[in-house]
């Protein structure tokens, strides 16, 4: 169901609950009000009459059933019916003589009984045939105080005015209601269709962007309000995720890329041995040296792009606290022939403990070395500097020009591009350093040298 009925739905609930509430308790309490009215005007009109007849049983010292029936004519009306009773609450006359004259209602005993036992008053609403009547009883007293209470009227008369009224005002509550739905089921979808065009818009957008539309963005304004909250951190998301998407795609693309010269070359010369084109052993050999370097690159690509993938996924990492001289040194010793003339130092300074994963740390510290020799000249120096919380590496070779700088950690950049490597290295290092919570950074002075920081946080006095 679409969320602006949903809204409206929920709005004409709630509003006719409310009018049906508000209706029938302003109806009960006009009836209530109207009976009381009618109870109070009766009982006004007919007691002089009782009065007068009380006075005259005193005076005449007669017993009520002898002046009863004069009584009752004289209360009875063409809208009233009367009937007296005796202090025992029998009926002693009543007032309907004529047919069109109206029946009085049936005695309540319980209504009498209340009056026999004190009450100056007792109403009750009788359902008749086409509405209802309203039904007193008023004691009738002697003047002399002796004989105290001598019996009891009833009066009814129909509450076809009252009746009337209330028919009338049911009418009006009811049209009322039909008006205030209407326009508040109006005024509900109205509003749910203005809330629902941002779930609306970004719903569309969501589709398109499963699509594969990954460029699209919400285009709805970044206000200060839920929506607006809601539109500021869809975009970021979705500019997070293409971001995240094109790298991907750029990385596979350039893995494919750096796959398929190795793989060129191996297949070439297979081709070669299998045809027997080459058919000088000395030539045979050579071109198995090929492929065996071939086979060689591929398996180092190979590992760096499981190291990279792995350092992607957030591997986890075997901390112990070490100290980064003893993994300079390693790293040293483990380059001293590919560095050949050039000279290699580790200067130690102080705060050189750290909480790392050692093997990880070599590694990084390793891509560095390795750059470090690949572009010094033969008779060149490359130091590592340890301590402060930092590992410098720094050369006396070619440098990097500054354009070329903010890229030379991005995966797959190389220069030369027809160079040996893979343009994998420093975006490793970096890798790691930052899986670290470190950071890496570079600066270089073209024809004088490079020198790369790697710094850790975990550094401990
Ligand atoms: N010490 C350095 N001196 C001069 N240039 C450097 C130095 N270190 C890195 N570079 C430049 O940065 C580029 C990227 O280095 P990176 O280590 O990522 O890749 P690579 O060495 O080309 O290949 P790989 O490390 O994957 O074998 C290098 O091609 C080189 O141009
Ligand atoms: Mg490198």
Not at 213 to 227: A, F, I, N, T, Y
Request: charged share 25%; net charge neutral; hydrophobic share 45%.
């Amino acid at each position: 169901m679409r969320f602006r009925w949903k809204i409206a739905i929920v709005v004409l609930a709630t509003v006719g609950l409310l009018d049906l509430v508000l209706s029938v308790a302003y109806e009960r309490n006009l009836d209530q009000f109207l009976l009381d009215h009618s109870a109070q005007t009766l009982r006004e009109h007919f007691s002089p009459t009782a009065d007068v007849y009380m006075n005259r049983l005193a005076r005449m010292r007669l017993p009520l059933p002898a002046l009863g029936r004069d009584l009752a004519l004289d209360l009875t009306r063409h809208d009233v019916a009367a009937l007296v009773l005796d202090a025992d609450g029998r009926v002693v006359a009543s007032g309907k003589i004529l047919p069109e004259d109206l029946d009085p209602a049936p005695v309540r005993d319980d209504a009498v009984r209340r009056i026999l036992s004190g009450d100056s008053l007792a109403t009750y609403v009788h359902r008749v045939e086409g509405g209802r009547e309203l039904v007193m009883y008023i004691p009738l007293r002697s003047l002399s105080p002796a004989s105290g209470l001598v019996g009891v009227i009833q009066l009814s008369t129909p509450l076809t005015d009252v009746d009337r009224s209330l028919g009338r005002l049911r009418l009006i509550l009811i049209g009322a209601a039909m008006a205030t739905l209407l326009a508040s089921g109006v005024l509900a979808l109205l509003f749910g269709g203005y809330l629902a065009v941002p779930l609306e818009k970004l719903e569309a957008t969501c589709c398109a962007i499963a699509r594969g539309e990954l460029h699209r963005r919400s285009e709805l304004p970044h206000g200060r309000d839920e929506v607006g909250r809601l539109a500021t951190s869809f975009d970021e998301m979705v500019h997070k995720l293409e971001a995240a998407f094109t790298a991907q795609q750029r990385f596979v693309t350039d893995a494919a890329h750096q796959l398929k010269t190795p793989l060129t070359v191996l297949s070439g010369h297979l081709e070669l041995l299998e045809r027997m084109v080459i058919a000088d052993p000395a030539k045979v050999l050579t071109s198995y040296a090929t492929m065996r370097e071939q086979v060689s690159r591929l398996d180092h690509v190979l590992r760096r792009l499981i190291t990279l993938s792995a350092l992607d996924a957030g591997a986890p990492l075997q901390r112990e606290e070490v100290n980064l001289g003893d993994i300079a040194a390693r790293v040293l010793d483990d380059f001293r022939v590919l560095a050949g003339a050039r000279q290699l130092q580790l200067v130690r300074g102080d705060n050189a403990t750290a909480d790392v994963d050692p093997n990880q740390i070599r590694e990084a510290l390793g891509n560095l070395v390795d750059n470090a020799i690949r572009h010094t000249a033969p008779t060149g120096t490359i130091t590592i500097e340890v301590g402060g919380g930092r590992i410098t590496v720094r050369d006396d070779g070619v440098g990097i020009a500054p354009e070329r700088l903010p890229r030379i950690f991005d995966r797959f950049y190389r220069y030369p591009p027809t160079g040996d490597g893979f343009g994998l290295g420093l975006a490793i290092a970096r890798g790691i350093v930052e899986s670290h919570g470190g950071r890496l950074s570079a600066e270089s002075i073209p024809g004088h040298g490079t020198s790369l920081t790697l710094t850790v946080p975990a550094v401990r006095l």
